[in-house]
């Protein structure tokens, strides 16, 4: 079954730009059935989808994240790359990959999920 891990710095300094990688196992980035996205859940908030990018290689973005947000991907090493510039304490939070049916997913229970990784953004 497919599996995905996020990784990347867990503590960042605010202005700066935050890298995270999920590595896909069990299903290649490439297929186009579904989306493969980005959602980040703020302390004491609910999941925020911020953007996927499709087996083609086209990216959506949320519009509230659009101008800070890239999506990138690496098909050989089967891995996808979330980019946030310009860093705040706002957008300390857990951060999700997740193979999914539906664009802009707002559930769990849509597809597949990586286990969450922390980043805190504090001087």
């Known amino acids: 079954q497919v599996q995905l891990q996020e990784s990347g710095p867990g503590l960042v300094k605010p202005s700066q730009t935050v890298s995270l990688t999920c590595t896909v196992s069990g299903g290649s980035i490439t297929t186009n059935s579904y989306y493969w996205s980005w959602i980040r859940r703020p302390p004491g908030k609910g999941l925020e989808w911020m953007g996927a990018i499709t087996g083609s290689g086209i990216t959506y973005y949320s519009p509230s994240l659009r101008s800070r947000t890239s999506i990138s991907r690496n098909t050989s090493k089967n891995q996808f790359t979330l980019q946030l510039s310009s860093v705040t304490p706002e957008d300390t939070a857990v951060y999700y990959c997740?193979?999914?049916?539906?664009?802009?997913?707002?559930?769990?229970?849509?597809?597949?999920w990586g286990q969450g990784t922390q980043v805190t953004v504090s001087s």
């Open positions: 997740a193979r999914t049916k539906t664009l802009a997913t707002m559930s769990l229970r849509d597809g597949e």
